[in-house]
């Protein structure tokens, strides 16, 4: 992926362009990348938000306890739970529900009452002992590590997606570069892998209290429609981004993916004004 500068006055000249339909098949594309993208926001906001609150809530002694979390699913909510061992066995010492207005309830577990993962939890947790093997292989875009979100799988032997992405570190530094996506089965074998990008990029956004871009916009010649990693940027930059494929330029938010013009017609445009 390459990046354009693209003035608020070209990006206008975009937006203005015709919207073209979509083949069901694409539309049902579309629909899975920004269901996914959600889903990794929600994801990494859980991971934050229950972080700073086992922070407080677990003893300073037990947090020398916890080798990892894990967040899955329930209904509306994700819960994260904060684990340790007890020999080979993985035990819960927090489980925090997360929900849109924040931690909505939490259980601590002493030393002894502890109770042991399940089964799927237990394949959540050994995740990131996993991506050891693969990590020498990935290109990565930052010296602070890698930032991990992994799906819960949708049923109990079914695969798991796991994210590493380069990690954002600070509100103003959007890094667009360093994302890969690896899916493991049920025994943690690697059945797939890609990178969502072939170099790093940064896409820096004024502080607040300065002239804000109307959005971000970037080049991505990987694939030809727009990728669950832009949806999330979408969201994390609280702005929309716009997506220009080798064909097409599209406008992401965090509500939906919407075609905006060819990218022949939004050069010619771009270059009348």
């Keep these: 992926m390459r990046h354009l500068f693209i003035i608020a006055a070209a990006i206008g000249a975009a937006i203005a362009g015709p919207a073209a339909a979509q083949t069901p098949e694409q539309q049902r594309q579309l629909d899975w990348v920004l269901e996914r993208g959600q889903l990794l926001f929600a994801l990494d906001r859980a991971a934050w938000v229950a972080t700073d609150d086992m922070q407080v809530q677990l003893p300073r002694a037990q947090q020398q ?49 502890r109770p042991a993962l399940s089964a799927t939890q237990q394949r959540l947790a050994g995740v990131r002992a996993q991506l050891a093997a693969a990590a020498p292989n990935l290109a990565m875009c930052s010296r602070a590590g890698a930032n991990l979100a992994i799906v819960p799988p949708a049923t109990p032997d079914g695969p798991i997606d796991l994210y590493v992405m380069t990690p954002q570190t600070d509100l103003n530094t959007l890094p667009f570069g360093g994302h890969h996506r690896l899916t493991l089965d049920v025994v943690g074998r690697i059945t797939a892998q890609r990178a969502f990008t072939n170099s790093c990029l940064n896409m820096i956004k004024p502080p607040a209290g300065e002239n804000q871009p109307v959005g971000l916009m970037v080049t991505h010649l990987l694939d030809p429609i727009p990728t669950e990693i832009h949806v999330f940027s979408a969201l994390a930059a609280r702005m929309p981004v716009y997506v220009g494929t080798r064909e097409s330029v599209w406008e992401v938010t965090g509500e939906g993916i919407r075609f ?10 771009s270059s009348r004004d």
Excluded at 260 to 269: F, K, L
């Design 65 to 113: 306890d916890v080798r990892g979390f894990i967040v899955d699913r329930d209904g509306q909510d994700h819960v994260v739970i904060f684990f340790g061992l007890e020999g080979e066995q993985a035990v819960a010492l927090y489980r925090g529900r997360v929900g849109a207005n924040g931690v909505a309830s939490r259980e601590i577990f002493a030393p002894g009452q």
């Design 260 to 269: 905006v013009s060819s990218m022949a017609e939004a050069g010619n445009r």
